[in-house]
């Protein structure tokens, strides 16, 4: 599932394509939205919540996506050939010079632009928030603490607690705070943990190569996240990896057993 940080930059991408134009045909491959016309209309800009997005659009109405698991957004020239299978396209929005095409996202909805924050009221401070303060970190830190026998790296994800944190950044979390992700959230300080994930997503919001290590060579991005193979990328030694979380919530989770304590599952 991407980012926040990726959600981030991909809001940043539709708008610079799409903001001030207007659109000269719309098709959406959605059930819901099926007899949906869009033409006309003006893009007045991207607004991005956590994994949440919104394209907005005069006459007061906002287009509502979130990229699951496996959904992206993509820009082309107007009558340029896709990159992706036509069958994968949920939505096309086409100006006179440009076509931005929703694949594989199946969480589409059409609301007035006032509204939004039905959909993304329940969420924590977002991590990337152009106006974050620090009584956004306070939040944060007092949700996070506030179920403190619940496993770290669940809390993490809980976009209620903050909203942006993924399966990549918990790992990477954990990891620099020294603690497996099973380890209760009550061992570590919350505002040093909120911190440290707003710094992390900060420093890759601009880039799609995601780095935790500060280094951008392929290989060296990460200190334990999918590096099963290659082993830690502080101390060399091997990385183990194991589900967290129940049903179709579980993860892969990586980690460290020689530079991160606490429980973990059996081997």
Known sequence: ???????????????RALAGQ???????????????????RDVLGVRTVGKHLFLRFSGGLSLHSHLKMDGSWRVFAR???????????RVVLTTETTEAVGFRVHDLALLPTGEERRLVGHLGPD????EWTDEH???????????????????????RVMAGVGNLYKCEICFLLGVTPWTPASEVDAAE??????????????????????????????????????GCFRCGGRVRVATQGAGVQGRPTWFCPNCQRGPAPMR
């Open 1 to 15: 599932m991407p980012e926040g940080d990726t959600v981030f930059l991909t809001g940043k991408k539709l708008e």
């Open 22 to 40: 207007r659109l000269t045909r719309t098709d959406f491959r959605h059930p819901a939205l099926a007899t949906t016309d869009l033409s006309g």
């Open 79 to 89: 009558g340029a050939r896709w990159n992706m299978p036509a069958h994968h396209a």
């Open 127 to 130: 991590l990337l928030d152009p």
């Open 137 to 159: 970190a306070a939040i944060a830190a007092r949700a996070l603490a506030s179920r403190p026998e619940l496993e770290l790296g669940l809390a993490l994800l809980d976009q």
């Open 193 to 230: 943990t909120v911190a440290l994930a707003r710094k992390l997503l900060h420093a890759n919001a601009w880039r799609y190569d995601q780095s935790t290590t500060g280094e951008t060579a392929r290989g060296r991005r990460n200190w334990v996240y999918e590096r099963t193979r290659q």
